[in-house]
């Protein structure tokens, strides 16, 4: 359970069911919803102006965690099933959703080209479960990349090819969802924050499931995520803190990741590699980051309790009235909010 309750209703119509270069667009021609978290008051304009609101000196920190295909069609006994990766635990080895249903420990599931994987056990909550794959390393990978999909949700029309869950500069393979707030970015976008003075950083969280089928959705507390932080990142970010300029993170993944690794009020980070599982909330006091670029979340998301670290449930529910009013897109391909 989450520790708020959020309560409104995303109209059909809002929900983005195309990427923006679908629809004759720029990936950066979407909207954006600038939300003062001080003050609750909203601005409205487009992402390709983002640069209007950074000041030189500020450091924005970047995912660049790669979407890899990650739905799969599988049999087990002659029966057909689909397989969502979830996380990986160690090599060859992946916690996965199973639908429609879990399966025992022990059971065989028969893949593409003869390949199989083993139950072999739960995962880190219910409904995933741990199985170890046939293939390991850069054979599973590329039977990955051979065989599967993306991740497709209710809302989506079309099967969408992988190139369309990409971030401009991803480079690191491994999130199963893509880390959707920075898509609108283009390297134009990115070029005009340079320009101007910011500093751009880089890390990776790989995405896990966002949403288990039939209206389960993870457990904040047992959501474990997989990061990295270059240790160049951490100086940049130490730097800012002592200079007095802020930290803008592009998605709740790299809230989750530097906030993991903070080590002290003050912005000092671990670098390396780690496993979050860290539930930032409204009882979160956040240590790195002082705003935020992300999407618009289904009131179910736990996303929503980590935005209310960075700015009051109130004000944000206020500001999703408004999107819903001026009819901004939901979901990875819609429209962006930048709270700060």
Known sequence: MTDTAFSFTIPDTLNASEPAEYR???REDVKLMVLDRLTGKTRHGEFSDISAYFHPGDVLVLNRSRTMPSQFQAKVLGESYEMRLAREVEDGVWEVLLLPDALKIGTTITLADGYSAEVVGEGSESPLQTVKFELAGEKLLSFFYQYGAPVYYEYITE????????????????????TSAGRPFSWRTLNALRNQGVQIAFLELHTSLSYYSHNRWPTPSSHPENYHIPKETTE??????????RVIAAGTTVVRALESAAVSPRGTLHYGKGVSRLYIDRHHELKVVNGLITGFHEPEASHLDLLTAIVSEKYLMEAYQVAIDQHYLWHEFGDINLIM
Not at 159 to 164: H, K, Q, S, T, V
Not at 236 to 245: K, L, P, S, T, V
């Open 24 to 26: 004759g667009r720029n």
């Open 236 to 245: 940049m970010i130490e730097r800012a803190a002592r200079e007095g300029n």
């Open 159 to 178: 099967p969408w090819p992988l190139d369309a869950y990409q971030t401009v500069y991803s480079s690191v393979p491994g999130s199963v969802e893509m």
